[in-house]
């Protein structure tokens, strides 16, 4: 097929094409995404509490998400007396912007040869070899940029409650701005970990080099949890949600924030196994498609996790949350560092899971001897509870056992009048 415009394309040329295609492309999905994303969480805890979840809108609930969008930008758009306006709009796009942006640098499928289509529309040049990444943005300091961008949330956080003029809302920014801090160093040990093993910032080739060996899951299990545990508290989920309690803080930094303004809040917290099978990381245009389905597909699996924990453990004290990540994850990952860069220094990267199984050790021993705090929970005595036994010294009740009896449903009927719920 011969090209009417006459134009001859250079294999960088054709690159660039390809990385503004796939940006433009990915940007809508992640998008949409996010919003099926909301609909999946409704659904994901309505079958974990025996609900049914939406489903009056469209089929099966399906056009719900739809709805919403329409329904936030349909709905008032309220701005408080005495607001600093400037800032009061650009906090929500501090939240969704970087978490849009982080995705720039992620690989979502490898190398194609496309010097046959280049060629048949006419705009290649002779010779030339076109074969490109997937991949928007192919910079060698990636993982940099994403802790970087990601950094950026907090500006958001922090915008929301003081351009609110509200002292709560002000607090709750505070109380935000503080958690994504102190988790963010663990983050960032916990990421370095993995790139001080692969020697590169690069994400292509940090997932290029898993095909010669292991993954880094595998590898270094300690540190994905510390990784995944500090997403948690990055994006505000379940148990580390305190930034939004509802239940004490009426919503936190967004308190005041009204129709699109808070659906963007709302959207930047969805935007935040064993090898041996691995695709190759390059071929042709179906294996691209099935890379990028199977990242999609881990993505989502990722996501369900983070539903399901919201519904499954309670939450965090905010004393708790922070004790969490600088007496307990962030010496844990300084520990994991230390670990890898002896792997690095001797060159035994391949058994670099036994030091991730020698650091869970050596912290599971050095637990007992860490500072303890005489202010920690203590478990209060419940009246008829089998853990706690009450005895008959006047500090049970009379004519009733101190304990219970067994786990049914229905106590003993010599147990008395009980709360059955």
Known sequence: MASGLNLQLTPEVVQLLVNVGLI???????????????????????????????????????????????????????????????????????????????????????????????????????????????????????????????????????????????????????????????????????????????????????????????????????????????????????????????????????????????????LGEYLNPFTGHDLPTAGGPLLMLAQIAIVLGKVTLMVSLTMALRWTLPRFRFDQLMRLSWEGMIPVSLILLLMVSFFVYFDALPYLWIGSIGAAALVYFLSPIMSSHVEANKRIRMIGSRFSPLVEDGSGLTGRPGVALDDRAIPDARQGLMSQH
């Open 24 to 266: 433009f492309a990915m940007v809508h999905v992640i998008l949409g995404g996010c919003a099926y994303a909301i609909m999946l969480e409704r659904k994901l805890s309505a079958w974990m509490q025996d609900r049914i979840g939406p489903n009056r809108v469209g089929p099966q609930g399906l056009l719900q998400p739809i709805a919403d969008g329409v329904k936030f930008m349909l709905k008032e758009d309220y701005n408080p007396t005495g607001v600093d306006k400037a800032l009061f709009f650009l906090a929500p796009g501090f939240i969704v912007a970087p978490a849009i942006m982080g995705f720039v640098v992620i690989p979502w499928a490898g190398s194609t040869d496309l010097t046959g289509l280049v060629n048949w529309l006419g705009v290649g040049l002779p010779g030339a070899v076109y074969e490109v990444n997937f991949i928007g943005a192919g910079i060698n300091i990636g993982i940099v940029y994403l802790l970087a961008t990601a950094a950026i949330g907090v500006y958001g956080v922090s915008l929301g409650g003081w351009a609110s003029n509200n002292k709560w809302s002000f607090i709750g920014g505070l109380r935000a701005s503080a958690q994504m801090i102190s988790y963010e160093i663990p983050m960032g040990l916990a990421l370095l970990c993995v790139v001080l093993a692969a020697g590169t910032f690069a994400p292509y080739t940090i997932v290029e080099q898993q095909l010669n060996g292991q993954w880094n899951l595998v590898q270094q299990p300690l540190a994905a949890v510390i990784f995944y545990t500090c997403l948690l508290a990055e994006a505000n989920r379940a148990p580390f949600d305190l930034a939004e309690a509802e239940s004490e803080l009426i919503g936190g930094y967004h308190t005041e924030y009204s129709s699109m303004k808070f659906a963007l809040f709302f």
